[in-house]
């Protein structure tokens, strides 16, 4: 598996060091001619191409902020987030083995996540329908939760993403937004009217509905907050929007 990751950074590289190059070469007769942005620019580009050429990705480096705002634009495929999946045995499921081991110490050094998960027991779990049958077939091998639930937990982590939630008499939904989204923002993914008319918006937490078991306890026990356009929703947020267009 090493091997394999060495393999697909290599070419990912080369084709980041194409992209580098060809920007690098663009600004080049500008800054000649004493342009401080364009010298600025080459002198970037110069100390990525240096990185990659020496078998590095560009998510590694060491960058200011000036510097990640010129490379931002150019779109690096290796300045992009990494999560690896091992796909391992069932007796390797929670511990691992040496081939794990192999790539954790090889990724040591790019801050990414290492995530373990059985294909073959996925499978199996998919087969069952019942979900106290899959809960009791969890049990039996000592896992508490799907692996693909752990792959899209630390998905949307490595993505900074999270989830609230629109709860009503018919259905229950699920909205995606990212971390620190303002409720007019957040109301925005269901309908840009939502965000236009934004009046306010309910809120009570997953776990405090769970506890109480309804909305109108959350009222009752003073768990539902009414919040304005500042507020930043949090993960796990059931929200009620009031809006006029």
Not at 72 to 98: H, R, W
Request: charged fraction near 30%; glycine fraction near 6%.
């Amino acid at each position: 598996p090493v091997r394999d990751k060495e393999t697909i950074d290599m070419e990912l590289q080369l084709k980041d060091l194409e992209t580098l190059e060809k920007f690098h070469d663009k600004n080049i007769r500008t800054a000649k001619s004493g342009d401080k942005a364009a010298q600025k620019i080459v002198d970037t580009t110069k100390k990525y191409i240096t990185h990659l050429g020496a078998g590095n990705s560009a998510r590694s480096l060491d960058a200011t902020e000036e510097e990640l705002k010129i490379i931002s634009d150019l779109q690096l495929i290796t300045f992009k987030p990494v999560l690896y999946m091992c796909n391992v045995d069932e007796a390797s499921v929670k511990t691992g083995n040496k081939h794990v081991e192999a790539v954790r110490i090889a990724v040591k050094n790019e801050d990414a996540e290492v995530l373990l998960i059985a294909t073959a027991i996925e499978a199996e779990i998919a087969e069952l329908e019942d979900v106290e049958e899959q809960l009791l077939f969890l049990e039996e091998l000592g896992l508490d939760k799907p692996g693909v639930h752990y792959l899209i937990q630390a998905t949307y982590k490595l993505l900074n993403l999270q989830t609230y939630f629109t709860a009503g008499e018919k259905e229950v939904r699920a909205w995606t937004i990212t971390k620190g989204t303002r409720a007019p923002q957040a109301a925005a993914v269901i309908h840009t009217d939502f965000e236009k008319g934004f009046i306010r918006a309910e809120v009570m937490t997953f776990n405090d509905f769970i506890s109480l078991g309804s909305e109108q306890a959350c009222r009752d026990n003073g768990k539902l907050s009414v919040e304005g356009k500042e507020y930043i929703v949090q993960d796990g947020d059931i929200m009620h929007f009031r809006f006029n267009v």
